[in-house]
């Protein structure tokens, strides 16, 4: 099974989000979009998914951005990823018009095992997958935009 780019943008956003929660400047669409190299619309959509889920907050206005809306400890990752990919089944037997589909053993083994990929995706939370490498890249990350950052403020 492999994710989709709407998810991985998702869950690469609220990484970035759960490490930095500074006020000024904001976190905003276009510096996650640089980092990542993401086309803005797509990280805008992504990110829009994510408010509406209350996982994240968006703040309005000239110094506005995004922010995380609740701690990484509460966000399960099986929970995200069931909002970002949608729940489907693994094979769409319908659209393929199966003539086994009535008494398939092979959809229900499939189901099965879509549903135990997701049991282990809920033991787990954003705080998790914030420790470690991914840690001191995105930290890596926010400090080079930060200081170019500081550089364009100072320069004005």
């Not at 276009?30 to 509406?52: D, M």
Request: proline share 2%.
């Amino acid at each position: 099974m492999q994710l989709t780019q709407f998810s991985d943008i998702g869950l690469r956003l609220l990484m970035y989000l759960a490490h930095e929660r500074r006020e000024t400047p904001a976190i905003t669409l276009a510096e996650v979009s640089s980092q990542f190299a993401i086309p803005r619309n797509h990280l805008a959509k992504v990110a829009g998914k994510l408010v509406k889920n209350g996982w994240v907050a968006a703040i309005r206005g000239r110094s506005g951005g995004l922010c995380l809306a609740v701690e990484p400890a509460d966000i399960s990752i099986g929970q995200v990823l069931r909002v970002l990919e949608g729940h489907q089944e693994v094979i769409d037997c319908e659209k393929l018009n199966c003539r086994l589909k009535n008494g398939c053993e092979l959809r229900l083994i499939l189901a099965e095992a879509y549903e135990a990929f997701f049991n282990v995706l809920d033991r787990h939370t954003l705080a998790d997958v914030t420790h470690g490498l991914a840690t001191k890249q995105i930290v890596n990350m926010q400090k080079s935009f930060m200081e170019i950052y500081l550089d364009k403020s100072t320069i004005h």
